[in-house]
């Protein structure tokens, strides 16, 4: 909760977070908002104008858009989010494992992420998906191949930095068992830092997965995904580009949403970046009262 009054605080954290809100809630709600069904066909409409049956008219199979758009973000953002979620609980578990117990256990575990990581992250996502072939599921668990050893590095990090506390070595002293440890004492610690960087990678694989399903690597059709539908609308890109800028549109407002809102989580989460925000804002206002001073003068 105070979390959630910090964010309201900033005005572009606010938005960001009421988009991003807005917008998963529209797309497990689907069928209660999508005007129409998203694959039906109508030839007699390929190519129609907006009108008040269909608000953002039809694609090159008489589809209506807005009803596509909204079913688009089911693999677009929510499918997303489920890979980020199981990437981050397996990199999670295995980060704490390696930063709590530290010696084999890390060296063994943080050479298997140093394997994993020597590829380049598209490279190797367009080598799991060419193995497995194309299609929303094989992308996503290319996503939780890829990411979980990158947050496994980051979160062992993290974790190292509390493992060695007094408090954590008190808890030792009085008999206090591993997992209790890691549960009460470094995970509340910790999290913030994981919820920073599972933000930041949100973003990131949203512009992949509609990156790999304009390639036509992704979802296949009849289904509706943003990045096919930019590649559905290439060939009227001239003639009706409302078809490309309305997906493409929408695929930079939630990624812009999402890091903004990263941002914003990252300095309510860190004292050290809130007071030099602050202090940055402070010598602002002192400064420009005497530069406006100096112009008039």
Known sequence: ????????????????????????????????????????????????????QYWLGNDHLGRCVLSRLIYGIRPSVLWVLVALATSASIGTVLGFVAGYFKEKTDAFLMRICDCMLSFPGYVMTLAIVGMLGAGLENILLAFVMMKWAWFTRVIRTAVLQYADADYVKFSRTLGAGHFRIMARHIMPVALPEIAVISSSS????????????????????????????????????????????????????IVSSVNFLSDALQTALDPKLMTGRQGMKARIGTFLPKLRGKEAA
Do not use: Y
């Not at 529209?26 to 998203?38: E, K, S």
């Not at 990045?227 to 997906?247: C, D």
């Open 1 to 52: 909760m105070k979390l959630l009054v910090q964010l309201m605080k900033d005005k572009v954290a606010a938005v960001s977070l009421a988009v991003v809100a807005s917008t998963l809630i529209i797309g497990l709600c689907a069928p209660l908002f999508a005007p129409h069904d998203p694959n039906e066909v109508h030839m007699e409409l390929r190519f129609a104008e907006t009108s008040w």
């Open 202 to 253: 949100f973003g990131s694989m949203i512009l992949q997965i509609s990156g790999l399903s304009f390639l036509g690597l992704g979802i296949q059709a009849p289904h509706a995904e943003w990045g096919m539908m930019l590649n559905e609308a290439r060939s009227v890109m001239f003639s009706r580009p409302e078809l490309m800028v309305i997906p493409g549109l929408a695929i930079m407002v």
